[in-house]
């Protein structure tokens, strides 16, 4: 026999670990605890039109998104129809390569990506850049050189500085309209920046915009003070990109390289999409198996989507029994059969709860009467369980026929009931009317239905069924929980009413000297035996040194009837007669 501590050890590590697996997929996936939140997915499509240079191989290279806070890459793929493709790294970035013998004709490629919104994505593949040597004429030199001077007097680290260059080309108008005849106005901040030995480079951003078509990419400037970076609006000086904006080159090479064509033109389209956030979590680990990422996936989604639909029904058993565990230990309602409620329960969950009642109740009354027949013939036991079982058979059969005929569909989802528990079901009902009469009858069977729509409201809870879908690891919380309530040996809630007399008696009358009640006698007795488990041990002795009362009474009675007996005779039986 387990003693108590170790089965209570036990139930304390399924319980622990049941909860630290749910808390595992909920940071690891991201899967939410309540249902119904929505997570954002951006479908980002570039498309690249070129005209091809006469019978000369084409060569294309566009740069494609790199790793970056906000935003994990789901998938990637191609469009373009006798072009080969490949991914590659050059320049610091990654690129997708299409390449072609002899293109003919305006050439039209596509590249698709699917990008999610996750506030968890922190990691980036910006590479801090070197800083060339600049090399600038005059008389630009000397006003690079005066812009910079004055805005480190006014700056003290590599971000201060960006701000400050930017406001102070505001500010002298002349100065910005000579020099942006010689460069952009994202190139002469990097050349200002790079001249005071600050690194940065251009990276180019895309608005991310729902429905949006032949969208560009922006310019913004990133800024280095060792591996910490900032991204600065060149116009305005705005730090930071917005939660919308996604950099799609980071590393400072080109954007589009064509070669073997000419008049290329780059656009983007953009459509927004919202998944679950537990499909989301899914998504993200398959791509990272598909990058070669161990990650272990606790979620049924990962399954076929056959699998998916069997698991989704099977994972709501346990709380269908863990309610019928509660009400018959702790609460104390009777059901017939052990589990049979909770299949009814599944059932209803086919049909709904309004037809499942109706359809179960009409079945089981018939069955019983079908039953009660089949009692006369004195059938041996498994050939009338086999008749019981072809009975419940052609009854759902008549009222799925009967209700489809009369135009109620509803009543052909009576076929999902489980038959051979409800034809064991019938059997068990029968022998105990005939044992125990009609009224132990409706209260098993009236019981059983009270438990099997309270399993189906848990069950139907869409609550339920998301938490039940997505986290394993609450099956091993419900295992703990119906190990504990296994454990109980205490009252029933249902049994209690039969104490109320006794306890209306001892909370109303008084002891004897008339003066306490007597619980309050019995909580102060209590609290003394807890304090001195011996306090009352001479008063225990003094009891067992008296005689017995019943023996004292006894022989007082007996006494007392002897001598009422002979003055009743009248003769006194020890006086000698006196002598004539």
Not at 231 to 241: E, H
Not at 414 to 442: A, C, D, H, N, Q
Not at 525 to 551: I, M, V
Request: aromatic share 8%; hydrophobic share 45%; net charge negative.
């Amino acid at each position: 026999m387990v003693s108590r501590g170790v089965f209570y050890v036990v139930t304390a590590i399924l319980f622990i670990t049941g909860i630290l697996l749910m808390a595992y997929q909920h940071v690891t996936f991201e899967i939410p605890f309540l249902p119904g939140d929505q997570r954002t997915v951006w479908q980002v499509e570039a498309k690249v039109e070129f005209e091809p240079l006469g019978n000369t191989p084409a060569t294309v290279d566009l740069v494609i998104p790199d790793e970056q806070p906000g935003f994990f890459q789901l998938s990637q793929t191609t469009a373009s129809i006798g072009y080969g493709s490949t991914y590659i790294k050059k320049d610091n970035g990654s690129y997708i390569e299409w390449t072609k013998r002899n293109p003919v004709g305006l050439q039209t490629l596509y590249y698709r990506g699917e990008f999610l919104e996750d506030t968890n994505a922190s990691a980036s593949s910006m590479i801090v850049p070197t800083i060339p040597e600049v090399v600038i004429p005059e008389p630009y030199a000397t006003a690079v050189g005066e812009i910079a001077s004055t805005a480190r007097e006014r700056s003290s680290n590599p971000f201060s500085f960006t701000v400050q260059v930017i406001s102070e080309l505001e500010r002298q108008n002349e100065m910005r309209t000579l020099l942006l005849q010689q460069f952009t106005r994202a190139e002469l901040i990097i050349n200002i920046l790079h001249y005071a030995q600050i690194p940065a480079r251009i990276v180019h951003v895309l608005d991310l915009e729902d429905g949006r078509r032949n969208r560009s990419l922006v310019q913004r400037i990133a800024v280095f003070e060792g591996t910490h970076y900032e991204i600065f609006d060149p116009r305005t000086g705005v730090s930071g990109i917005r939660q919308n904006q996604l950099i799609w080159n980071s590393n400072g090479g080109s954007l589009l390289d064509v070669q073997g064509g000419q008049n290329a033109h780059l656009s983007f389209s953009i459509i927004r999409t919202s998944v679950p956030v537990a499909q989301a979590g899914v998504l993200k680990v398959m791509t990272e198996k598909a990058q070669g990422n161990d990650v272990v996936s606790l979620s049924v989604e990962a399954l076929p989507l056959e699998e998916q639909s069997l698991f989704k029904g099977i994972l709501l058993l346990p709380i269908g029994v863990l309610i019928v565990v509660f009400l018959r230990i702790i609460i104390g309602i009777k059901t017939s059969g052990t589990f049979m409620p909770v299949l009814i329960a599944m059932a209803f969950l086919q049909t709904s709860l309004l037809v499942g009642l109706i359809g179960f109740v009409s079945i089981v009354c018939i069955g019983l009467i079908v039953r009660s027949w089949l009692s006369h013939l004195n059938l041996l036991l498994v050939a009338r369980i086999s008749a019981v079982i072809i009975v419940v058979i052609a009854i759902i059969g008549a009222i799925s026929l009967i209700t489809y005929k009369i135009g109620l569909t509803e009543g052909i989802k009576v076929t999902f009931f489980p038959m051979i528990i409800l034809s064991w079901t019938i059997e068990r009902m029968s022998i105990l009317w005939e044992e125990e009469g009609y009224k132990e009858v409706l209260k098993q069977g009236g019981g059983s239905l009270f438990v099997a729509v309270c399993a189906f409201i848990a069950m139907d809870s869409i609550l339920i069924q998301h938490l039940t879908f997505n986290f394993l690891g609450l099956q091993l919380v419900i295992l703990a929980l119906v190990l504990i309530m296994g454990n109980y040996t205490g009252f029933r809630l249902s049994e209690l009413k039969r104490f109320k007399p006794l306890v209306e008696q001892i909370n109303g009358n008084l002891n004897g000297d008339e003066k306490e009640h007597e619980y309050v006698r019995l909580k102060r007795e209590l609290g003394q035996l807890k304090a001195n488990p011996r306090a009352f041990d001479d008063d225990f002795k003094t009891d067992q040194t008296l005689p017995p009362a019943s023996q004292t009474g006894a022989t007082s009675v007996d006494a007392a009837s002897t001598s009422a007996a002979d003055n009743s005779d009248g003769h006194d039986q020890t006086k000698p007669k006196s002598r004539s």
